[in-house]
């Protein structure tokens, strides 16, 4: 379930395309769990943002 937040976004741009493997260079001493971790969690909350945005345009629709 998709964590309730107080921000709207008035347009969204959604760029579909392939990230680059090196982006983030890893520190020597990073454990690669927590970056897992970091991104498991980032990927999460961008698939939650984008489903609240594709729900609240649905809703807008309907109403108009």
Do not use: C, H, W, Y
Not at 36 to 42: P, Q, Y
């Amino acid at each position: 379930m998709a964590r309730q937040r107080d921000t709207i976004a008035d347009k969204v741009r959604l760029v579909l395309d392939a990230p680059d493997a090196n982006v983030t260079p890893l520190r020597s001493g990073a454990d690669p769990r927590l970056v897992s971790l970091v991104r498991l969690l980032a990927r999460q909350a961008a698939r939650d943002f984008v489903d609240a945005e594709v729900e609240a345009a649905r809703r807008r629709d309907l109403q108009d």
